[in-house]
């Protein structure tokens, strides 16, 4: 029987199959670690003595709860509290204590988790991967099966580096054609998920796929899988190419030897020609244009030419009631108080270059406050040595110190209740970016437009300037 | 070693809150996520539905009304838990007293760590769903064994469950006691195993 992506991936790392009474043990290949979401599961391992199986298997790095600003005069970091700062110091210590690799401050494999992950050369085609976190998912853009876990079962990998799964339904999300010029991967996972509906993938895990897909970058693939958690898709995968091949020599520093020796295994997971899945949608990528998101659930995108649509039921009526927008505005040129460009979704080198190239002899207009928080320390090092930093900073927008920042507002970067936020991560639920704080998800473009304008704005009216080289 | 109660039957009234994609920001917002524990949180569950922004409660909010804090049961629009995957939301809805969840469709992450945490997310058809929405002031019962909801004159809702989680929920097992017991399997399995 033709087998998709994902039972490949799924039939290689089952220990014991599922039977009517039981789910099945899946053996997980990597489990990343951040401070949020383990601290709870080392305690029951330290109450009950259970040693960490397989530390080789598990890396942690600090991101959520971290500071973007920079350090002190004497080189202290400001945490936002206190708490915050014991939350970064326990995982330290608990990594200490079970032998697991950290990623700290003045490490170069630092950084938001799903940024730094794909960097540092742990993820690979055909993998298990999870993490307490949901936009896990990212790592589906290698061909490896990511998805998101509770504490709980951070707990069990750290435990055993199995976990009770049942296996999720299938479903394939096709792309035909060519995404237009001017728009970019974020703008075509804001449209699947319009298309689906928040909660159209609940249940699936999806398989990205289509000539669209084909053509996305490893930056763009991720991206897209991301987000799958927004459609309520535990995990997202695309077949690994040599576009993958080629990142991860590139990017992550795989040897051409062990590519070679693995090629044809990671080619080879891509589905069959006739697997069936249990749910499809299509796409056509010709038909699609820049953005964003007028309500408070990710599934809200519109383009940016469309009107701000009539509330169909009492929770539409309440999100535009909550953002402030009438039925029928526009939604290009409303006023825009902040812009974040940063987050695991759009965090990458790429999409800071994107974001550059509109800023670069331009200003962020009077009134903007504009954040750039680059994914990893990698992808820090990389923009300043393309001059991106001070791209940022002569256009007036701040250039921090990587994290998760203003894409959940826990480490103190946050909007001011009632201000408009432009972003570029994932999520636009009421109050996500501050209490009273307003999101609209776009594009590191749209978002780089946005600043510049003021207002929301469409980034294909924001030609590249070509400086001369002096300036 | 067992970490939950076993899950009996449930008489109460619930709480009804009728938002569709009830995310986990709202259940439990991003910046209380600082700690290292996991009791105590019913403080911070909906806080910003609960609070104003000097801290002061609003007292017409649904979780701030003395049936919302003597019921166990939360009854909810579509897509509940839908969002983050912060295992902090069932240890809130836990915290402050919940042990069943009703509502057309859960989250899947949200619904994996809401069984891990005593707390039994129940799918409901429209019809079961309206009927709730009709009758705020009824009590109803939750029967795991029997997988039941009884309600109104006699009445019975039957609900799935997964067999493997309704086992866990009545004997008060734990899933970690469960994969241990296949460390001969998993050590095999790592013996074949190039990954």
Same mark, same amino acid.
């Given at each position: 029987?033709?087998?998709?992506?994902?039972?490949?991936?799924?039939?290689?790392?089952?220990?014991?199959?599922?039977?009517? &009474?039981?789910?099945?043990?899946?053996?997980?290949?990597?489990?990343?670690?951040?401070?949020?979401?383990?601290? #709870?599961?080392?305690?029951?391992?330290?109450?009950?003595?259970?040693?960490?199986?397989?530390?080789?298997?598990?890396?942690?790095?600090?991101?959520?709860?971290?500071?973007?600003?920079?350090?002190?005069?004497?080189?202290?970091?400001?945490?936002?509290?206190?708490?915050?700062?014991?939350?970064?110091?326990?995982?330290?210590?608990?990594?200490? %204590?079970?032998?697991?690799?950290?990623?700290?401050?003045?490490?170069?494999?630092?950084?938001?988790?799903?940024?730094?992950?794909?960097?540092?050369?742990?993820?690979?085609?055909?993998?298990?991967?999870?993490?307490?976190?949901?936009?896990?998912?990212?790592?589906?853009?290698?061909?490896?099966?990511?998805?998101?876990?509770?504490?709980?079962?951070?707990?069990?990998?750290?435990?055993?580096?199995?976990?009770?799964?049942?296996?999720?339904?299938?479903?394939?999300?096709?792309?035909?054609?060519?995404?237009?010029?001017?728009?970019?991967?974020?703008?075509?996972?804001?449209?699947?998920?319009?298309?689906?509906?928040?909660?159209?993938?609940?249940?699936?895990?999806?398989?990205?796929?289509?000539?669209?897909?084909?053509?996305? /970058?490893?930056?763009?693939?991720?991206?897209?899988?991301?987000?799958?958690? &927004?459609?309520?898709?535990?995990?997202?995968?695309?077949?690994?190419?040599?576009?993958?091949?080629?990142?991860?020599?590139?990017?992550?520093?795989?040897? %051409? #030897?062990?590519?070679?020796?693995?090629?044809?295994?990671?080619?080879?997971?891509?589905?069959?020609?006739?697997?069936?899945?249990?749910?499809?949608?299509?796409?056509?990528?010709?038909?699609?244009?820049?953005?964003?998101?007028?309500?408070?659930?990710?599934?809200?995108?519109?383009?940016?030419?469309?009107?701000?649509?009539?509330?169909?039921?009492?929770?539409?009526?309440?999100?535009?009631?909550?953002?402030?927008?009438?039925?029928?505005?526009?939604?290009?040129? #409303?006023?825009? /108080?902040?812009?974040?460009?940063? /987050?695991?979704?759009?965090?990458?080198?790429?999409?800071?270059?994107?974001?550059?190239?509109?800023?670069?002899?331009?200003?962020?207009?009077?009134?903007?406050?504009?954040?750039?928080?680059?994914?990893?320390?990698?992808?820090?090092?990389?923009?300043?040595?393309?001059?991106?930093?001070?791209?940022?900073? #002569?256009?007036?927008? &701040?250039?921090?110190?990587?994290?998760?920042?203003?894409?959940?507002?826990?480490?103190?970067?946050?909007?001011?209740?009632?201000?408009?936020?432009? /972003?570029?991560?994932?999520?636009?639920?009421?109050?996500?970016?501050?209490?009273?704080?307003?999101?609209?998800?776009?594009?590191?473009?749209?978002?780089?437009?946005?600043?510049?304008?003021?207002?929301?704005?469409?980034?294909?009216?924001?030609?590249?300037?070509?400086?001369?080289?002096?300036? | 070693?067992?970490?939950?109660?076993?899950?009996?039957?449930?008489?109460?009234?619930?709480?009804?809150?009728?938002?569709?994609?009830?995310?986990?920001?709202?259940?439990?917002?991003?910046?209380?996520?600082?700690?290292?524990?996991?009791?105590?949180?019913?403080?911070?569950?909906?806080?910003?539905?609960?609070?104003?922004?000097?801290?002061?409660?609003?007292?017409?909010?649904?979780?701030?009304?003395?049936?919302?804090?003597?019921?166990?049961?939360?009854?909810?629009?579509?897509?509940?838990?839908?969002?983050?995957?912060?295992?902090?939301?069932?240890?809130?809805?836990?915290?402050?007293?919940?042990?069943?969840?009703?509502?057309?469709?859960?989250?899947?992450?949200?619904?994996?760590?809401?069984?891990?945490?005593?707390?039994?997310?129940?799918?409901?058809?429209?019809?079961?769903?309206?009927?709730?929405?009709?009758?705020?002031?009824?009590?109803?019962?939750?029967?795991?064994?029997?997988?039941?909801?009884?309600?109104?004159?006699?009445?019975?809702?039957?609900?799935?469950?997964?067999?493997?989680?309704?086992?866990?929920?009545?004997?008060?097992?734990?899933?970690?006691?469960?994969?241990?017991?296949?460390?001969?399997?998993?050590?095999?399995?790592?013996?074949?195993?190039?990954?």
């Amino acid at each position: 029987m033709p087998r998709s992506l994902v039972d490949k991936v799924w039939d290689a790392h089952v220990v014991t199959p599922a039977t009517s &009474e039981t789910p099945a043990v899946l053996f997980i290949d990597l489990q990343l670690v951040h401070e949020v979401t383990s601290p #709870q599961a080392f305690t029951v391992l330290n109450e009950r003595g259970i040693k960490v199986r397989c530390p080789e298997r598990v890396f942690a790095t600090i991101d959520h709860a971290t500071p973007t600003i920079p350090v002190d005069q004497n080189g202290e970091h400001i945490y936002y509290t206190d708490e915050a700062r014991n939350q970064v110091q326990t995982l330290e210590k608990n990594c200490a %204590e079970h032998g697991i690799e950290f990623f700290g401050w003045g490490n170069k494999n630092r950084g938001v988790v799903h940024v730094a992950g794909p960097e540092n050369g742990r993820v690979k085609p055909g993998m298990t991967i999870v993490c307490g976190d949901s936009h896990t998912a990212t790592h589906g853009a290698f061909g490896a099966l990511a998805f998101g876990i509770g504490t709980t079962e951070v707990g069990h990998v750290l435990a055993t580096q199995c976990l009770l799964q049942q296996k999720a339904k299938s479903m394939a999300v096709t792309v035909n054609g060519r995404l237009p010029e001017g728009v970019s991967a974020k703008d075509l996972i804001l449209a699947i998920i319009a298309e689906a509906g928040v909660d159209g993938g609940t249940g699936h895990i999806i398989e990205y796929r289509g000539e669209a897909i084909e053509a996305l /970058s490893m930056e763009g693939r991720m991206t897209v899988c991301n987000m799958s958690i &927004e459609l309520g898709a535990r995990a997202g995968l695309i077949a690994p190419d040599e576009t993958t091949l080629t990142w991860l020599k590139k990017h992550a520093g795989l040897s %051409e #030897q062990e590519i070679s020796e693995n090629r044809d295994a990671w080619l080879g997971l891509a589905s069959d020609e006739g697997a069936k899945f249990d749910k499809e949608i299509v796409i056509d990528a010709a038909s699609l244009s820049p953005m964003v998101t007028w309500g408070t659930t990710p599934a809200t995108g519109i383009k940016l030419g469309q009107k701000l649509p009539s509330a169909s039921d009492t929770d539409d009526a309440k999100a535009l009631n909550y953002m402030g927008f009438s039925a029928g505005d526009a939604i290009v040129g #409303q006023k825009v /108080s902040v812009v974040f460009i940063g /987050s695991c979704t759009n965090g990458r080198f790429e999409d800071l270059q994107a974001a550059a190239s509109i800023l670069r002899g331009r200003r962020v207009a009077d009134g903007v406050r504009m954040l750039v928080v680059p994914g990893s320390d990698n992808t820090k090092a990389e923009a300043e040595a393309a001059g991106l930093d001070k791209v940022f900073s #002569q256009a007036g927008a &701040e250039w921090r110190e990587p994290g998760c920042s203003m894409c959940l507002a826990m480490n103190g970067d946050m909007a001011r209740p009632g201000e408009l936020v432009v /972003s570029t991560s994932n999520r636009n639920f009421m109050g996500r970016q501050g209490p009273g704080a307003r999101t609209v998800l776009a594009s590191p473009a749209t978002a780089a437009a946005s600043a510049v304008a003021g207002e929301i704005a469409d980034p294909r009216e924001y030609a590249p300037i070509q400086l001369e080289e002096s300036a | 070693m067992s970490t939950l109660d076993p899950f009996e039957i449930i008489y109460s009234d619930f709480v009804l809150v009728e938002e569709e994609n009830i995310d986990t920001d709202q259940i439990l917002p991003g910046r209380f996520l600082t700690t290292t524990e996991r009791a105590g949180m019913k403080k911070f569950l909906f806080y910003d539905w609960r609070y104003r922004d000097d801290g002061s409660e609003i007292e017409k909010c649904v979780f701030n009304t003395p049936r919302a804090k003597r019921s166990q049961i939360l009854v909810s629009g579509a897509n509940f838990g839908c969002g983050s995957s912060r295992e902090h939301a069932p240890w809130a809805l836990a915290d402050y007293g919940f042990r069943v969840i009703l509502a057309p469709e859960f989250a899947d992450i949200f619904k994996n760590n809401a069984l891990k945490n005593g707390i039994l997310p129940i799918e409901i058809d429209s019809t079961f769903y309206n009927w709730l929405k009709d009758h705020p002031a009824a009590r109803i019962s939750v029967d795991l064994k029997a997988k039941q909801v009884r309600y109104g004159d006699g009445w019975a809702y039957c609900f799935d469950v997964d067999p493997f989680a309704r086992r866990r929920m009545l004997d008060g097992m734990d899933e970690m006691d469960f994969l241990l017991s296949k460390s001969t399997e998993i050590a095999d399995f790592e013996a074949k195993y190039v990954g």
